[in-house]
């Protein structure tokens, strides 16, 4: 029979090879070994093994189904996360989508704001040089109709005070180059009416002053009466 003291010593031994480094536990093999209870020793090491086993078996077991849960789990996550990504691509694509519509949209604000910008710009400018522009008109209209006093003053009037308002145009230096051109046409018709006229007094001088003594005679025998 095995004493309690070999049995304590096997326990003891069978401890510290479950938690020594197996590479330290050479020197205690060797004591079981000087012994005489080496196969006794062998035995409760082999029960001791076959323990251990079952207890692996038994937690791989308890695990086994927690491992398969997890990995149904995962193939489940890998199925949404399929989804998802399926989701993602299409909203973006979505987005892109939407994303060039609105660039065109906003190109097409740019520009009609833009054009927006340049009809009011062409606006200012047209009600700047329209008053030039009618003044003008009726400078010519004046000289056509030989009101030449209206049309000199009308003539200052574009050369100082309207003309400057418009000097970054082509047209306003045009026109400016022609004022002394229509000034010097005025003053030309104007001297050659007065010329004309004095001539018609000259020529008709004498019927004229028979005229007026004829009414002057006229009136005096009507005095006389």
């Known amino acids: 029979a095995e004493s309690v003291e070999t049995a304590a010593e096997h326990e003891r031994i069978l401890r510290e090879i479950e938690s020594t480094d197996t590479a330290c536990i050479g020197p205690t093999l060797r004591s079981v070994y000087d012994g005489a209870e080496h196969q006794r020793f062998l035995e409760k090491l082999e029960a001791r093994i076959k323990s251990h086993d079952r207890e692996i078996e038994k937690m791989c077991n308890f695990h086994y189904q927690g491992f398969v849960d997890s ?121 050659s009416d007065l010329n004309d006229f004095l001539e018609s007094i000259r020529k008709h001088s004498d019927k004229i002053g028979q005229m007026a003594m004829k009414q002057a005679r006229g009136q005096g025998s009507t005095c006389m009466c």
């Open 71 to 191: 990995i149904t789990e995962l193939l489940k996550v890998r199925s949404e996360a399929g989804k998802v990504k399926c989701q993602v691509v299409a909203t973006n694509k979505q987005l892109q989508e939407a994303g060039k519509e609105l660039v065109t949209e906003m190109e097409e604000l740019t520009r009609c704001r833009v054009q927006q910008r340049n009809i009011a710009t062409t606006v200012d400018k047209l009600n700047l040089c329209l008053p030039v522009l009618e003044m003008y008109s009726k400078l010519k209209e004046q000289m056509k109709a030989k009101r030449y006093y209206p049309a000199l003053k009308m003539l200052d009037v574009l050369e100082q005070e309207y003309l400057p308002l418009v000097s970054q145009y082509r047209f306003s230096r045009l026109m400016l180059d022609t004022l002394p051109r229509l000034r010097q046409e005025i003053r030309d018709v104007s001297m």
